[in-house]
Nanobody
Framework: QVQLVESGGGLVQAGGSLRLSCVASGHMRSINDMGWYRQTPETQREWVALMSNGGDIRYAESMKDRFTISRDNQRNMVFLQMNNLKPEDTALYYC?????????WGQGTHVTVFS
């Protein structure tokens, strides 16, 4: 199994930036994806970005101009740099791990953007 712990959320004014971090522990397969999702009480969980440990990156279309995903494979970490944040980015942000046989979610980190 893989355990995920997110950090870096917080309260930020619109136009500001935050960097989310997620560290994975446990048995990770040699080929895997790590990514970010977000959810509000009013919406379903929404995919934000995904990065394989080989470096392939994909973004949700609406996120790619302001958000940047990166990984540190040696430390089993994935990051989400969020710039020019907007109030509609307010959500609980989840880290996700996936390989060919297993998927795991973190507990989430809150991001609140105020205007």
């Amino acid at each position: 199994q893989v355990q995920l712990v997110e950090s870096g959320g917080g309260l930020v004014q619109a136009g500001g930036s935050l960097r989310l971090s997620c560290v994975a522990s446990g048995h990770m397969r040699s080929i895997n994806d790590m990514g970010w999702y977000r959810q509000t009480p009013e919406t379903q969980r929404e995919w934000v970005a995904l990065m394989s440990n080989g470096g392939d990156i994909r973004y949700a279309e609406s996120m790619k101009d302001r958000f940047t995903i990166s990984r540190d494979n040696q430390r089993n970490m994935v990051f989400l740099q969020m710039n020019n944040l907007k109030p509609e980015d307010t959500a609980l942000y989840y880290c996700r791990y996936r390989d060919s046989e297993y998927a795991a979610w973190g507990q989430g980190t809150h991001v609140t953007v105020f205007s």
